[in-house]
């Protein structure tokens, strides 16, 4: 038990004290992630707005897929992107691998899914509720979907809290693509897991603190934007 | 086939619409006149709305549908209006800017103004749409609906669920509109609400048109049928089906 509060007390001192390494490996951790969620975003908000409103042929098998990989495990990600970006995958040339923009693509990839199920499903259940009102004020499929995004902000916000949190949280692919170099791709989950095996837990416990403080400050953050206080908000308004 | 008369604005002929093996509506025809004010009036269920929906064109019918001035614009105003969570003024800014997306935005700036003057929301401009009362909300809708300058205003029970002062407020509007020469087509519950102000009533029961006749023949003729025990309160739920 004094071990453990022993752990406690040092995690609260690097804290404390800014340690520089658990500083770099935090600010790499929020970059990397941070970057996944912004391409997730671009890609994955557009497309599920475009999924809730368009109709073609084989629709349901792309939702069914689209499903399905909600539940894409890391691991699976990290091994695909390993094998495009090794020097004999299709993507070697590009030199990436073992990079923190390895480290982007693999999260974007796990991320884009989520993304897109949640945002297409928001936009849904919104056209159920106001669809015949912006058809009847002649709004295309188009219109519409822009529209609905920008109604349903705060629910997209939250959806990309979601992203975030799954991001930040995964470690099984970037320890693949970035192969957990000290000081290069080394991030808060690689980290955690390289210092338990190490028997290192008063860092592993300070990283593993400031994965929830970051994640519980996003949702503060979140919270004060859906009350409108940010001047975003005012302006949205 | 018949010709028309040429202040028709919309033409229904044997239309009908099924919402899976519900038919909502059966065999409808009427047609909407410049100047207009219809009533649409009946029980529960009896099809006041998809007709109301069938007119406007946002739901898939048979039979056929003619729209005499295609060029002309129609709005509708839901019974539960939608609202984007944007300001009342955005609200109103991009129901303008959909309905005329070639007209200066200058131009539609200030009809967007007039609209609000118009039904006395110039003050909530910049408030949350959604944070207005039941009756403000109407209001908005009504205004959105009248601001792109509509040939023809649906609107669907647009006074249900007000009290009876924002009743009032939205009663006034709608009789401007008409006295302006818009052509409305509502429908309503409230059978005093199409005395005063509708010059014609349509009469549905079990989503077919039983009656359609102006105003003050619809409530002085007293030989209706069903209607009678509708307009008596006496159209029960077992007589009803």
Same mark, same amino acid.
């Given at each position: 038990m004094s071990a453990v509060l022993e752990s406690f007390a040092t995690a609260f001192r690097l804290i404390v004290h800014a340690d520089p390494a658990l500083v770099r490996t935090v600010a790499l951790s929020l970059a990397v992630s941070g970057s996944a969620c912004l391409c997730a975003a671009a890609f994955g908000l557009a497309s599920g707005a475009w999924l809730a409103v368009a109709r073609f042929p084989g629709q349901r098998a792309v939702l069914l897929v689209l499903d399905t990989l909600l539940a894409l495990p890391s691991v699976v990600v990290g091994l695909a992107v390993y094998l495009l970006l090794s020097r004999s995958g299709p993507l070697g040339s590009w030199g990436i691998l073992f990079t923190p923009a390895a480290m982007v693509i693999a999260q974007t990839i796990l991320v884009l899914p989520i993304v897109t199920a949640l945002a297409r499903q928001v936009?849904? *259940?919104? $056209?159920? *509720? !106001? !669809?015949?009102? $912006?058809?009847s004020m002649g709004a295309g499929a188009l219109a519409s979907a822009v529209l609905m995004l920008m109604h349903e902000r705060w629910a997209m916000a939250t959806v990309m809290l979601i992203a975030f949190g799954r991001a930040i949280a995964e470690v099984g692919a970037v320890m693949i693509v970035g192969g957990n170099i000290? !000081?290069?791709t080394r991030v808060m989950t690689t980290t955690i897991a390289l210092e338990t095996s190490k028997g290192d837990l008063p860092l592993a416990l300070a990283l593993g603190f400031v994965l929830l403080v970051v994640v519980a400050l996003l949702n503060v953050a979140i919270a004060l934007f859906r009350r409108g206080s940010s001047p975003l908000a005012a302006d949205l308004r | 086939m018949t010709m028309l008369p040429a202040s028709t604005l919309i033409a229904l002929r044997d239309a009908s619409v099924a919402y899976g093996a519900v038919q909502a509506v059966r065999n409808a025809t009427m047609r909407v006149a410049q100047g207009d004010f219809i009533a649409v009036v009946g029980a529960n269920g009896s099809g006041k709305t998809s007709l109301l929906r069938l007119l406007h064109g946002v739901v898939a019918h048979s039979g056929s549908r003619e729209v005499l001035r295609p060029a002309g614009v129609q709005a509708m105003v839901f019974q539960r209006p939608f609202l984007l969570r944007l300001s009342v +003024? @955005? @609200?109103?800014?991009?129901?303008? +800017?959909?309905?005329?997306?070639d007209t200066a935005t200058a131009l539609r700036e200030e009809r967007a103004e007039e609209a609000l003057r118009r039904v006395g929301l110039v003050a909530l401009r910049d408030r949350p749409a959604r944070s207005l009362s039941g009756g403000e909300q109407q209001r908005l809708a009504l205004a959105r609906g009248w601001a792109v300058r509509p040939d023809i205003l649906f609107l669907d029970e647009p006074t249900a669920s007000l009290d009876p002062s924002a009743k009032n407020d939205v009663e006034a509007l709608l009789a401007d509109f008409a006295a302006d020469g818009m052509t409305l087509v509502m429908s309503t519950h409230n059978l005093g609400q199409a005395k005063r102000l509708a010059n014609r009533v349509v009469y549905m029961d079990e989503g077919r048109i039983d009656i359609d006749l102006p105003t003050a023949d619809f409530f002085g003729s007293g030989t209706l049928g069903r209607a009678d025990l509708f307009l008596k309160g006496k159209l029960s739920w077992s007589l009803a089906g």
């Open positions: 936009v849904a *259940d919104a $056209l159920r *509720d !106001g !669809g015949d009102q $912006l058809r000290d !000081g290069v | +003024w @955005n @609200n109103l800014r991009i129901a303008l +800017w959909l309905a005329q997306p």
